[in-house]
T-cell receptor
Framework: KAGVTQTPRYLIKTRGQQVTLSCSPI?????VSWYQQTPGQGLQFLFE???????NKGNFPGRFSGRQFSNSRSEMNVSTLELGDSALYLC???????????FGEGSWLTVV | GESVGLHLPTLSVQEGDNSIINCAYS??????FIWYKQESGKGPQFIID?????DKRQGQRVTVLLNKTVKHLSLQIAATQPGDSAVYFC???????????????FGKGTLLTVNP
């Protein structure tokens, strides 16, 4: 079955703009979480959604937000982009009952 | 506070040798540990996991060992192949993440290079 799908794979934005990233979890998975990966900070948890509700949130400013739809697909949004937001944004999904967390290939965001 | 750290940032081995990648964690309440492999330009790929009530778990060519006494985790790769070259991350899920609130805390990663 298909894995976690993220779009777009690559994008370039200008400082001050906003961006929306999309994630389709593995079929049947109800939990979607987002992570930011940078060379300096490594992999850091952004937030997790389960059944359209945000269940957990990491230590990121309010410019970072997300949502989950009834079909479990999720989007994350970053407003007022800063240069430091340049990163690989990873989406991960997990079935409601299982523990294993599977990642997508990520969306590479470059802010110039 | 909670942290997961790796002892060695880089590891270089010869093809066919066994590799051991180490990881230390600080949260003794962590319930579940996962090893991921990340190749350049790709997302983390699940390798193997282990629960805190286990000491050892084996997969195909990989073994994860958990020593709760010293809060240490290791990933052993048998007969390492060039395709194993990647960054390896350990990750933990602390119990205080709650029932469905699975929040992975990652180590910084170890770069494994396999020389032919």
């Amino acid at each position: 079955k298909a894995g976690v799908t993220q779009t777009p794979r690559y994008l370039i934005k200008t400082r001050g703009q906003q961006v929306t990233l999309s994630c389709s979890p593995i079929s049947g998975h109800r939990s979607v979480s987002w992570y930011q990966q940078t060379p300096g900070q490594g992999l850091q948890f952004l937030f997790e959604y389960f059944s359209e509700t945000q269940r957990n949130k990491g230590n990121f400013p309010g410019r970072f937000s997300g949502r989950q739809f009834s079909n479990s697909r999720s989007e994350m949004n970053v407003s007022t982009l800063e240069l430091g937001d340049s990163a690989l944004y990873l989406c991960a999904s997990r079935s409601g009952a299982g523990n294993t967390i599977y990642f997508g290939e990520g969306s590479w965001l470059t802010v110039v | 506070g909670e942290s997961v750290g790796l002892h060695l940032p880089t590891l270089s081995v010869q093809e066919g040798d066994n590799s051991i990648i180490n990881c230390a964690y600080s949260n003794s309440a962590s319930d579940y540990f996962i090893w991921y492999k990340q190749e350049s330009g790709k997302g983390p790929q699940f390798i193997i996991d282990i629960r805190s009530n286990m000491d050892k778990r084996q997969g195909q060519r990989v073994t994860v060992l958990l020593n709760k006494t010293v809060k240490h985790l290791s990933l052993q790769i048998a007969a390492t192949q060039p395709g194993d070259s990647a960054v390896y991350f350990c990750a933990e899920i602390p119990l205080n993440s709650g029932g469905s609130n699975y929040k992975l805390t990652f180590g910084k990663g170890t770069l494994l290079t396999v020389n032919p």
